[in-house]
């Protein structure tokens, strides 16, 4: 059964870089690759999305090695404020099953 | 520019009864997803509509849910007979043209199902 695995939590300390990687082996091939920020009792957040190598905007980088299998979403110098869950969004396979991953659950502290 | 849309943010429903959730897409948006969120888990797909087509429900129950999408008005997730495993947050997303490089999924503020 093709599936989207992430680390089930990640702990940082303000200030530092944060990378979290998502695995989908069986992705489709002309699907993006999204991730997801979401807060308690709230909708998801667009934060990123790509295609392949490497993508950067306000907020994150997105890393996309050569194979598309997996995905490392980049979050620099996080704060208090980027606690939440990261959830990466992929289509798998011939059929284009839209498929979240597991999630991230990223606390970060003082 | 608002985004996307979705009432009631909390339903409480008693077994047996009908669940309507409602989603207006950002404007412009013509493709609505509907997502599926149990207590402390992830998103679940439920399916894929664009307007007055499904596209895609492979992720739906195939009993007691339904989806539509009008020509005119919101998106309608409807859940008949409601059992108290169909308590979870429904979320929507809509997206302006499926298949495009900035095909981007925005999401709502979920509707909160509670069935007694």
């Known amino acids: 059964l093709a599936k989207t695995t992430q680390p089930i939590s990640m702990d940082s300390y303000e200030g530092q870089e944060v990378n979290i990687t998502c695995s989908h082996n069986?992705?489709?091939?002309?699907?993006?690759i999204t991730w997801y920020q979401q807060f308690p009792s709230q909708g998801p957040r667009f934060i990123i999305q790509?295609?392949?190598t490497k993508v950067t905007n306000e907020v994150a980088s997105l890393f996309i090695p050569a194979d598309r299998k997996s995905s490392t979403l980049s979050l620099p110098r996080v704060s208090l404020s980027d606690t939440a869950v990261y959830y990466c969004?992929?289509?798998?396979?011939?059929?284009?099953?839209?498929?979240f991953g597991t999630g991230t659950r990223l606390q970060v502290t003082l | 520019n608002a985004g996307v849309m979705q009432n009631p943010r909390h339903l409480v429903r008693r077994r047996g009864q009908e669940a309507r959730l409602r989603c207006s897409p950002m404007k412009g948006h013509s493709h609505v997803y509907w997502y599926r969120q149990l207590p402390e888990e992830g998103l679940k797909f439920m399916v894929y509509l664009q307007k007055e087509n499904i596209i895609d429900e492979s992720g739906m129950p195939k009993e007691r849910f339904s989806a539509e999408f009008p020509k005119e008005g919101p998106s309608i997730l409807r859940i008949q007979q409601v059992v108290r495993g169909d308590s979870a947050a429904y979320f929507c997303?809509?997206?302006?043209?499926?298949?495009?490089?900035?095909?981007?999924?925005?999401f709502g503020p979920g509707t909160r199902l509670t069935v007694l």
């Open positions: 069986n992705i489709a091939t002309n699907d993006y």
């Open positions: 790509g295609y392949k």
């Open positions: 997303a809509s997206s302006l043209k499926k298949g495009q490089s900035t095909d981007t999924q925005y």
């Open positions: 969004l992929v289509e798998l396979g011939t059929a284009s099953k839209l498929t």
